[in-house]
């Protein structure tokens, strides 16, 4: 049967980890429908359209409706679990900006939160500068995490004095005792918020944030002590919120249903000691499906938005009807869940390094030493089932060969038949291998590292850094061509030169992940692949590796009064060499004087013609305007 865009959007995965968001059309591309509802673009027009408009490749791609899209939803999964519950108080979301603390991000979050009072939850002083500056609404919250020295409580309390709601959050006990004595040195009454360990650990790759050990939190001894320092400051009455972050992408929804109820119970506890709390704020946490399996391990979670609003309202008021306490306001710090959908990565490939590289045209010489017959017989033998053996007869006089080499005695000819015929034998077990899940770490290494590695126009480092520090999966899948069947499979490399520049694990069954993608055999035209979901923390994790940076960026919006039906409401430019370099200290206009320099030198010395000379320090100074990436061709020509 021919090969259609539904065979490919199960292969890639796309309606699952897509959410409603991403799709493949019936013409084999890639569409986002930032509504869910229809609307849809197809990206690869939008590089396109980009493309004419000046902007080069590996292109940043935001949606910015998504985000829109997101505050809503996740509102309105609140606001119905509220309702349906009987719960008598409310609920009020804050945007952690350390997710993504891009200003066009902030800003259409904070638009797009309006009419539901969405705050800002700030870790840092730069944080908390930023979030002072950017909260407009006195109604909204603007919370304090973090470490603070007084400085930092200077400037929080500066925003109450403003009329701002800002909730200190104190980590630790002696932010209590600071904040009683700063607060009173400005003459303020601050909003306290207290930040407890709970024992509720999570899992996955951000566990660490949770469980007794925890860098952050009050101990429960620490939390007694801490009101009792509040009484005997007249200062318990300013005790207004309890907050309570197990770690980021919980993969389970049992550990939430835990910590949520371990949460809720230290607030009952706290307001029958006669703390006035207002808000419990749950923290961060919620998931994104990356891999789209809805399975509890870290790239996934196991729940829906609807089951996770549902899972914190009827905890909380669960216990706070048995501990017979006020309803609070639920407040909920979730980042991840807001933005990863609405941003995505164009990436241009270049070409491909074969790995399997033989060859049927080798003679072996007639006077080849002995390790060069051995070799050919492992190949002779190696379907017949011994496959480990085989793997340790061909590695021990593969070594040989190379020793012969080094020693001189085997000749070039003698070496490429050991090579080839090497890779002809991996390559066959390999191919058993492959797709079983019980294999040897040996056997795992020899199968992905088979595979060809596809290159990549960008930075692992800069683009996905996630990737590469935690071995987390996002969705990856080539723009268009979907309605054909790809027919080749290989790894990732980037353009740093760096062998972690790489991915090479992508999304699998759910059950396991897979060593490879698929790709179709390159026609000569632009092959783009898209990076999914990498709205949230990869934006500013991001470093400058081989000093590549900032992509250049378009921002897109639906448009129903266009033709296509959207369009590119905005351009930001990435970095030139020159802003990468002045980042690291090197004042461009230094670099050119020392070319001059250089080069006139090499003049007086004759070693090139003047016109020559002035023409390379003109394309020097030009160079410093570029882009960071390589500039590459459509591979396959
Ligand atoms: C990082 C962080 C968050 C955001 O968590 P997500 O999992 O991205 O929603 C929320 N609260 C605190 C205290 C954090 O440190």
Redesign the pocket.
Known sequence: MAWTSEDSNKLYGVSKWGSGYFAVDPGGLITVSPFKDGAAIRIAEVVEEAKARGLRLPLHIRFQDILQDRVRRINEAFTQAIEESGFRGSYRGVF?V??NQMREVVETLMDAGEAFGLGI?A?SKPELLLALSIHKNGDRLLVC?GYKDDEFLRFALMGRKLGKKVVVVAEKLEEIKALIEVSRELNVRPLIGIRIKLATRSSGKWAT?SGEAAKFGLSTVDLLEAVALLEAAGMKDCVSLLHF?IG??IPDIQVITRSVREGARFYAKLSRMGCPIEYVDV????GVDYDGSRSAVPSSANYSLREYANTIVYGILDVCDEDRVPHPVIVS?????LVAHHSMIAVEAFGRIKKLNTSKNLVVPKNAPKVVRDILEVRETVDAGHWDEAFHDLAFYRQQAMSLFDLGYLDLQSRAVVESVSWEIAAEIARHYEGKTRMSDEMRELVSGIKDQYLLNFSVFRSLPDAWALGQLFPIVPLQRLSEEPTAKGTIVDITCDSDGKVDSFIGDGEQDNEYLWFHEFDGKPYYLGFFLTG?YQDTLGDMHNLFGRMDEAHVLLDSDEEAGWYIDETIEGDTIREVLEENEYAAAELVRSMKTQIEQAIKADVVRPNEGMRLLAEYEAGLKRYTYLVVDAPGK
């Open positions: 952690p350390k997710v939850e870790g995490n944030s972050h980021s992408q923290g961060g946490g919620l710090e979730s980042g991840r869940a949230a």
